[in-house]
T-cell receptor
Framework: AQRVTQPEKLLSVFKGAPVELKCNYS??????LFWYVQYSRQRLQLLLR??SRESIKGFTADLNKGETSFHLKKPFAQEEDSAMYYC???????????FGTGTRLTIIP | GAVVSQHPSWVICKSGTSVKIECRSL??????MFWYRQFPKQSLMLMAT?????????EQGVEKDKFLINHASLTLSTLTVTSAHPEDSSFYIC?????????????FGEGSRLTVL
């Protein structure tokens, strides 16, 4: 079974401070991990995926198989980062995407 | 990026009636689309996988006779909520994967808010 846990429903961070949104997963095979973001009044969109190992909008996430984690990080928060963030998982070759419960990030000016 | 469009974005209906929601991939073909349901301040719950030209695959606990899914073409999937009741009120979101794009990336529709009176 696939399972994604985001322990924080709400997270508030001051502008300029570092941000870390936690994500832990459970999957018996080789996982593909993603972060999706939903800005106010917009649709859900892909932020980044672990395979590409890229930084998008200053965010990075490293897959830690030992800790089964895929935490999202950004060194300096910006006001425009305020949004709902969802961690998601699929198995290799499996199209089904399982979402975590999401974390609402609020950046305090 | 690829565009997925849903219609209607907002619908109110009376209890006992049926409502159809359309999901279209505008600039790509999608052999597979996914339907999610999202309750207020909760995560997206996968309801079913819609397969073009064949029956949808429903997740455990989702009534297939209640939520009819039809994927008649490579750019259109429809979700029909039959004999709707107030507990069916929710935000329904579809998504699709563009086959020639980044593997694993899903493109989402804007969602359809259903309110059953």
């Amino acid at each position: 079974a696939q399972r994604v846990t985001q322990p924080e429903k709400l997270l508030s961070v001051f502008k300029g401070a570092p941000v870390e949104l936690k994500c832990n997963y459970s999957y018996s095979g080789s996982p593909e991990l993603f972060w999706y973001v939903q800005y106010s009044r917009q649709r859900l969109q892909l932020l980044l995926r672990h395979i590409s190992r890229e930084s998008i909008k200053g965010f990075t996430a490293d897959l830690n198989k030992g800790e089964t984690s895929f935490h999202l990080k950004k060194p300096f928060a910006q006001e425009e980062d305020s949004a709902m963030y969802y961690c998601a998982l699929s198995g290799l070759g499996n199209e089904k995407l399982t979402f975590g419960t999401g974390t609402r990030l609020t950046i305090i000016p | 990026g690829a565009v997925v469009s849903q219609h209607p974005s907002w619908v109110i209906c009376k209890s006992g009636t049926s409502v159809k929601i359309e999901c279209r991939s505008l600039d790509f073909q999608a052999t597979t689309m996914f339907w999610y349901r999202q309750f207020p301040k909760q995560s997206l719950m996968l309801m079913a996988t819609s397969n073009e030209g064949s029956k949808a695959t429903y997740e455990q606990g989702v009534e297939k006779d209640k939520f009819l899914i039809n994927h008649a073409s490579l750019t259109l999937s429809t979700l029909t909520v039959t004999s709707a009741h107030p507990e069916d009120s929710s935000f329904y979101i579809c998504s699709a994967r563009a086959g020639d794009r980044v593997p694993g990336e899903l493109f989402f529709g804007e969602g359809s808010r259903l309110t059953v009176l």
